[in-house]
């Protein structure tokens, strides 16, 4: 859920619990500042929330939590794991980027997201003048007629969360895991 309407629907159409995505996530991106969107969401649900945006260290994890989230929802730091699949030019431009690498735009599927800044040069495009596309017209790579009408989002435009800096290197899942834990154990130790 990117913002309180859809989150209302989903609880409506029976969902027993949310993953917020807010400010920062990776692929399709809300917009909300992690701290407002948890504390709204909060005021009218009390169920399970896993928020994503931006988590990709063990001190991330720890402040989902005391945000009020009971889960952290993470995804680019373990598209760069031994274990993701996914091409490794991929992996090693999350391991080499920062949070200023990432592009916000509704380009490349009609829908707005992240995406990292270097693939989109690689694309032979300029991440800095995107035009913005009609999101009535949601597309994934195609025109109206089928015919390849951009870069395709995923497989040549890489999508990925402000949360990359704190990647650094590929590792194996486990190892990844590990040092997840390690951080959240010292964060959890932190005077207030």
């Known amino acids: ?11 409506e159409k029976g969902a027993d619990g949310l993953i917020l995505v807010s400010a920062g996530a990776g692929g399709h991106a809300g917009e909300i500042s992690p701290f407002a969107f948890v504390a709204e969401t909060r005021q009218w649900f009390d ?9 990709g260290n063990g001190r991330a994890i720890r402040a989902a939590r005391l945000l009020g989230a009971d889960f952290a929802y993470i995804g ?7 274990e993701a ?13 920062t949070a200023e690498d990432i592009v ?4 490349f599927t009609g829908v707005h997201g992240n995406y990292l800044k270097p693939s989109i040069v690689a694309a032979g ?12 017209k949601m597309s994934f790579g195609t025109d109206a007629s089928g015919e390849r009408a951009k870069p395709k989002a ?7 969360g402000q ?26 130790d932190l005077p207030l």
């Open 104 to 107: 916000y735009s509704n380009l």
């Open 163 to 188: 949360g990359v800096g704190s990647v650094g290197k590929i590792l194996p899942a486990a190892e990844l895991i590990a040092r997840f834990k390690k951080e959240y154990a010292q964060a959890v």
């Open 76 to 82: 680019s730091a373990f598209i760069a794991t031994v």
């Open 125 to 136: 495009m300029d991440p800095d003048n995107l035009p913005e596309s009609d999101a009535s």
């Open 47 to 55: 169920g399970p929330i896993a928020l994503s945006g931006a988590i």
């Open 85 to 97: 699949n996914a091409v490794e030019g991929y992996k090693q431009m999350i391991t080499t980027s």
């Open 154 to 160: 995923w497989k040549e435009i890489w999508g990925s």
């Open 1 to 11: 859920m990117i913002n309180q309407k859809f989150a209302h629907k989903a609880i």
